[in-house]
Every structure is written in C-alpha cells, then in structure tokens.
Nanobody, 126 residues
Framework: QLQLVESGGGLVQAGGSLRLSCAASGRTLSPYAMGWFRQTPGKEREFVATIDSSGGTTYYADAVKGRFTISRDNSRNTVYLQMSNLRPEDTAVYLC???????????????????WGQGTQVTVSS
C-alpha cells in the first residue's frame, strides 16, 4: 500500500522560503504524475502544482506561478515543492497526491488523484 508523507512545513515570515518534501513508501511513484494541493479551514482544497512522471512537464496555479517550483527525484521516490517569496495568503496545510493512472499528465482537479498524504502546515506571518 502506498503511503505519502509530507514534511518541511513550518512558520516563516513573509518573503521567506520553504521546501516541502513528499516521500513515498510502499510503491514507486515514478510512473505517476504528482500534485500538490493546499487547504485552509472552511475552504475547498486548492490546486497548487503538478508534475508529470518524468519531471519534464509542470503546471502551476496562477496564485503561485513564478514563486513555487515543483520537482521530483524518482530515485528517492520523493516529490518537492520549493516555495519562495511566501505571502500570508499562502498559509495552509499542504498535501501531496499521486495521480490515479500511470503515464498521464497531471491535472489541477483533485478527483484525478487517488492517494493523498496527511499534509504539512505552512504558516506565513506578515
């Protein structure tokens, strides 16, 4: 059974940076696109970024484009989210997810993902 564990969250001042990791165990991630989403209380889960199985194609939400970078290391079975120039509105629980089907491009719809981590809290102070 696949398990996804996020780490790297924390408290940071506006303008700062964090790098989130999503480590997988149980199954290999390499054939699957991966995504990052975020969620705040009372709001729907929001798409952040996705990356295809090879790492060659990425896609970002407009709100993070130019500030966040998604990447992956298939040899480590890990996906990353480098976040820079953080803003208070980036405060959320960040979750990684594995696409439902192998060798497909990622999607910005959470329904396209079947495995989810528990999330890591990111708090940006002003």
């Amino acid at each position: 059974q696949l398990q996804l564990v996020e780490s790297g969250g924390g408290l940071v001042q506006a303008g700062g940076s964090l790098r989130l990791s999503c480590a997988a165990s149980g199954r290999t991630l390499s054939p699957y696109a991966m995504g990052w989403f975020r969620q705040t209380p009372g709001k729907e889960r929001e798409f952040v970024a996705t990356i295809d199985s090879s790492g060659g194609t990425t896609y970002y939400a407009d709100a993070v484009k130019g500030r966040f970078t998604i990447s992956r290391d298939n040899s480590r079975n890990t996906v990353y989210l480098q976040m820079s120039n953080l803003r208070p509105e980036d405060t959320a629980v960040y979750l990684c997810a594995r696409h439902a089907n192998p060798f497909r491009l990622g999607t910005n719809s959470e329904s396209g993902y079947t495995y989810w981590g528990q999330g890591t809290q990111v708090t940006v102070s002003s």
